[in-house]
């Protein structure tokens, strides 16, 4: 006779077996008692890295109040203004990889924080902004134009702020470039999208479990500050680094630091933070129980059927209807005889904007 002990009467979600192996792929569910729910009157406001564009776009296709504050001007057509990429994210800030880049972004926004460098001239008529480089395609044409339109962006991030009811954050990376001057963090390496390196001004920093729980801290605090009511949904990006600037290490090894202090931060601000929640869709897309399936060939980009397991259980646990997701089929896993042409088709519907491809563009 088994003798009594804790696993006896533990629930199914507890055990690899039967929650996990003898399952179809599809129906793996690791979300447990999700705190956060969304629903369909809700701002829901996303920022992050690359992988946070497709809850952006699931958002938005699933009838919910994805939040825009700075959509572009009315009178430009809506393609003109996706490909200036305006809506991408709530605000035109691009991919914000780094919870240093996120709290800074705050300091910038409410003025106790202004870098020294704030411009790049890259022609006689081009100027990037450092903190969003490929954020304007062409660059801006003055140095005005670029003020101009950065003093409106980052009022919209204030906006964003102060009235959003849900923000949703996906960490991504650890790996920074920052200035030496005054610690400035860059969503990218100077030299890659804009700017030219110079290892007298610019240094790497890769942060740690405790840089990034200080900086989510800071950020969750000033948030509260201005919008008490706020909820927040942590997610770690599943998108392995497209290069590490650490020479001592393999980038396999390197993304697995990066993504394993991202995780224990996600968890350890969650466990403090009653308003905060943490999102499975790194164990999702990266489980060993889907055999690889969720990712495209080069083995970075995660193809539909992966973003749509994620937002399937994202709709159903952190949301309090039950709205269909509007979204592409799923396509079958690679090695069931569809051709290459098929799955470079699918990564061009899955394609999203980031900066951190530019590091070793074919």
Not at 11 to 23: I, Q, T
Not at 47 to 74: D, K, M, W
Not at 151 to 174: C, I, K, P, S, Y
Request: some cysteine.
């Amino acid at each position: 006779m088994t003798k009594p002990h804790p696993y006896n009467s533990a629930p199914a979600h507890n055990f690899w077996r039967r929650s996990v192996a003898e399952l179809d792929p599809g129906l793996v569910d690791p979300v447990v008692n999700f705190p956060i729910r969304i629903d369909s009157d809700m701002r829901v406001a996303t920022a992050g890295s690359c992988f946070a564009q497709h809850i952006a776009r699931y958002l938005r296709n699933s009838g919910f109040n994805y939040y825009v504050t700075e959509p572009g001007h009315p009178i430009l057509p809506e393609s003109v203004r996706t490909k200036n990429n305006y809506g991408l994210f709530t605000a035109r800030y691009g991919n914000i990889y780094t919870a240093r880049q996120l709290v800074q972004l705050v300091e910038r926004a409410y003025g106790s924080f202004a870098p020294a460098e704030s411009v790049w001239q890259e022609a006689d008529d081009v100027f990037l902004d450092p903190f969003r480089p490929s954020s304007q395609p062409g660059g801006f044409i003055t140095k005005l134009e670029l003020e101009l339109d950065r003093a409106q962006h980052l009022a919209a991030v204030r906006e964003m702020l102060e009235t959003l009811d849900v923000f949703v954050f996906t960490l991504g990376l650890t790996e920074c470039w920052v200035s030496r001057h005054d610690g400035s963090a860059f969503p990218v390496c100077p030299g890659v999208e804009g700017g030219a390196f110079d290892p007298d001004r610019y240094m790497f920093y890769n942060q740690t479990l405790d840089d990034v729980i200080a900086d989510m801290t800071k950020f969750l605090m000033a948030l509260a500050r201005v919008n008490p009511k706020a909820q927040v949904i942590l997610t770690v990006s599943p998108v392995p680094l497209a290069a590490t600037a650490r020479h001592d290490q393999h980038v396999l090894t390197a993304t697995t630091y990066s993504k394993a202090v991202l995780r224990i931060a996600a968890e350890t601000l969650a466990a403090q933070f009653h308003h905060v929640a943490y999102f499975p869709s790194y164990e999702i897309i990266t489980g060993a129980f889907n055999r690889g399936g969720y990712y495209a060939p080069d083995l970075r980009n995660i193809v539909e059927s992966g973003v749509s397991h994620v937002m399937g259980l994202f709709m159903k646990h952190a949301t309090i209807s039950q709205t269909e997701v509007q979204a592409e089929k799923d396509e079958p896993m690679r090695g069931t005889g569809q051709s290459d042409a098929y799955f470079e088709m699918v990564q061009h519907v899955v394609q999203v904007e980031c900066d951190e491809a530019a590091l070793d563009r074919p």
